[in-house]
């Protein structure tokens, strides 16, 4: 079956790095996206990979194995409006989304 | 570029009537869009996809008599939620594909801002 995993919270303070993993079992792969949720709103989009390595993006860089069906985002320098639910999706060979339950970044003063 | 915009934000309705969703693509084409619904503190589960001109592909467990979906241009896309009741409150979103217009990643799906649905 196809299925995405992330940890379910996480907690870091102002002005640290964090790193969200996302392992990922899909039928064909076309891709890795990570979406940024705010409580309420819809998803806005941070990254997308397809090739293995480390792509930069100012303060948020996204990586992927593709071998080992892993990728995290990793998130710089946090500021206090990074608090969000963070979402890894996997795209399959139908290129349909597969979408992880999300990841509650709690970012602390 | 790439807005995707949803109408009601907000509805409330009472348990048996109909409430349509607008999904409206503003400054691309979107052959195809995604309605998708989300429960408190859970992930994003696909109802169903949405190509122009054709029949919607529903997920296994969606009742497609019941979310009924028109996807008439290739801006438009609406969710009808036929005889609601309180289990159908959630916040709906929908998403846009933009294949045309080679900008920004291939395959990124635009999200709307949602539509919180409350049924009493």
């Known amino acids: 079956g196809q299925n995405i995993d992330q940890p379910t919270e996480m907690t870091a303070t102002e002005g640290a790095i964090v790193q969200i993993n996302c392992t990922y079992q899909?039928?064909?792969?076309?891709?890795l996206f990570w979406y940024q949720q705010h409580a309420g709103e819809a998803p806005t989009f941070l990254s997308y990979?397809?090739l293995d390595g480390l792509e930069e993006k100012g303060r948020f860089s996204s990586f992927l194995s593709r071998s080992k069906g892993y990728s995290y985002l990793l998130l710089k320098e946090l500021q206090m409006k990074d608090s969000a639910s963070y979402l890894c999706a996997a795209m399959d060979s139908n290129y349909q989304l597969i979408w992880g339950a999300g990841t509650k970044l709690i970012i602390k003063p | 570029g790439a807005v995707v915009s949803q109408h009601p934000s907000r509805v409330i309705c009472k348990s048996g009537t109909s409430v349509k969703i607008e999904c409206r693509s503003l400054d691309f084409q979107a052959t195809t869009m995604f309605w998708y619904r989300q429960f408190p503190k859970q992930s994003l589960m696909l109802m169903a996809t949405s190509n122009e001109g054709s029949k919607a592909t529903y997920e296994q467990g969606v009742e497609k008599d019941k979310f009924l979906i028109n996807h008439a241009s290739l801006t438009l896309s609406t969710l009808t939620v036929t005889s609601a009741h309180p289990e159908d409150s959630s916040f709906y979103i929908c998403?846009?594909?933009?294949?045309?217009?080679?900008?920004?990643?291939?395959?990124?799906?635009?999200f709307g801002p949602g539509t919180r649905l409350t049924v009493t």
């Open positions: 899909t039928s064909g792969f076309n891709g």
């Open positions: 998403s846009a594909r933009d294949l045309g217009d080679g900008t920004g990643d291939l395959y990124e799906q635009y």
């Open positions: 990979n397809v």
